[in-house]
């Protein structure tokens, strides 16, 4: 054999060494992911209201869907109960006008607990009835159907925002809490940083909506942080993060799906939040929602659910 031809064979070899590796690593990758979304599954049994869909959206035709994201007081401050949904957002995603919108609602928000019949504040629909109850009464309250759920404990925050390598903030109220320093300005935040900026409410002028704004830039920060590309080599951690502390109701092929029709959408994200008035019933703080403010966000999300 001659030597130019072993010279072609050796590099052929490492070639397709490199190329098994790659693959290799890749399919390591991509069972690791799915085995994740598998464990991370949890569908739920529906409670029926008037805004909820005949028929469920198809993400795989690239249809306007929303999802409702909850984060729980589970698994934080040493609380191993059912807890409440101390965070909620709607979340609508919307490939025809190229946005995603994401919705806060206080969770002192009194509405009608859908499944039980009374008036309270929102987020105590958790309390009572889990992911079921809160998605059924969050439809009935916007009018809007919800398709899909999120639900993160807050345990899970520190460790997401850890594993996609910290986030960064811009804010725009100096102030000090949990044994940190916010400055005005861009702020670096890891995972303890980020629970803490996310939770202080009450020096700040705007109560609880100064709190949902600086959750909203959390969550954006980290959505963005973890679809990059910088935060590959750190996969095992955040799937290992997500696997201890979220549930969805969507699944691989969801997800497959949402990356493949909505990746335009997910990288415009416009956030806005319901405004409530503060108001004492029976010695108990809520926040009522007026017509108005309330026909607002209904037109802002039924507009971006519209095929």
Same mark, same amino acid.
């Given at each position: 054999?001659?030597?130019?031809?072993?010279?072609?064979?050796?590099?052929?070899?490492?070639?397709?060494?490199?190329?098994?590796?790659?693959?290799?690593?890749?399919?390591?990758?991509?069972?690791?992911?799915?085995?994740?979304?598998?464990?991370?599954?949890?569908?739920?049994?529906?409670?029926?209201?008037?805004?909820?869909?005949?028929?469920?959206?198809?993400?795989?035709?690239?249809?306007?869907? +929303?999802?409702?994201?909850?984060?729980?007081?589970?698994?934080?401050?040493?609380?191993?109960?059912?807890?409440?949904?101390?965070?909620?957002?709607?979340?609508?995603?919307?490939?025809?006008?190229?946005?995603?919108?994401?919705? +806060?609602?206080?969770?002192?928000?009194?509405?009608?607990?859908?499944?039980?019949?009374?008036?309270?504040?929102?987020?105590?629909?958790?309390?009572?009835?889990?992911?079921?109850?809160?998605?059924?009464?969050?439809?009935?309250?916007?009018?809007?159907?919800?398709?899909?759920?999120?639900?993160?404990?807050?345990?899970?925050?520190?460790?997401?925002?850890?594993?996609?390598?910290?986030?960064?903030?811009?804010?725009?109220?100096?102030?000090?809490?949990?044994?940190?320093?916010?400055?005005?300005?861009?702020?670096?935040?890891?995972?303890?940083?980020?629970?803490?900026?996310?939770?202080?409410?009450?020096?700040?002028?705007?109560?609880?909506?100064?709190?949902?704004?600086?959750?909203?830039?959390?969550?954006?920060?980290?959505?963005?942080?973890?679809?990059?590309?910088?935060?590959?080599?750190?996969?095992?951690?955040?799937?290992?993060?997500?696997?201890?502390?979220?549930?969805?109701?969507?699944?691989?092929?969801?997800?497959?799906?949402?990356?493949?029709?909505?990746?335009?959408?997910?990288?415009?994200?416009?956030?806005?939040?319901?405004?409530?008035?503060?108001?004492?019933?029976?010695?108990?703080?809520?926040?009522?929602? +007026?017509?108005?403010?309330?026909?607002?966000?209904?037109?802002?999300?039924?507009?971006?659910?519209?095929?």
């Amino acid at each position: 054999m001659s030597t130019g031809k072993k010279i072609f064979l050796g590099i052929l070899g490492v070639l397709l060494v490199l190329v098994l590796g790659v693959c290799g690593y890749a399919w390591k990758i991509y069972s690791d992911v799915t085995g994740t979304v598998k464990d991370i599954n949890e569908p739920v049994t529906r409670i029926t209201s008037d805004s909820k869909r005949d028929e469920a959206v198809s993400i795989d035709s690239g249809d306007p869907f +929303s999802v409702l994201l909850l984060g729980v007081d589970t698994g934080d401050l040493g609380r191993d109960d059912q807890g409440r949904s101390d965070t909620i957002m709607v979340v609508t995603v919307s490939p025809k006008t190229g946005q995603t919108t994401m919705v +806060s609602i206080a969770r002192d928000t009194y509405t009608e607990i859908i499944g039980r019949g009374t008036m309270d504040k929102i987020n105590h629909a958790y309390a009572f009835g889990g992911v079921a109850m809160s998605m059924a009464t969050v439809e009935n309250l916007l009018d809007i159907p919800i398709d899909h759920y999120v639900s993160i404990n807050m345990a899970g925050l520190k460790k997401i925002v850890d594993a996609v390598g910290g986030i960064e903030v811009n804010n725009t109220l100096e102030f000090t809490y949990d044994g940190y320093t916010f400055p005005v300005g861009t702020v670096q935040l890891d995972g303890k940083k980020a629970l803490a900026y996310s939770r202080m409410r009450y020096d700040d002028p705007n109560g609880d909506y100064g709190r949902q704004e600086r959750q909203r830039k959390v969550v954006t920060a980290t959505v963005k942080k973890a679809i990059s590309i910088k935060t590959l080599t750190s996969y095992q951690d955040i799937l290992s993060a997500l696997k201890s502390n979220m549930k969805t109701d969507l699944t691989w092929d969801n997800l497959v799906d949402i990356q493949k029709n909505y990746s335009s959408a997910l990288g415009n994200i416009k956030t806005d939040q319901l405004q409530g008035t503060g108001v004492m019933r029976d010695e108990i703080s809520y926040q009522d929602i +007026s017509a108005d403010e309330l026909t607002r966000v209904q037109t802002l999300l039924k507009a971006q659910l519209t095929n």
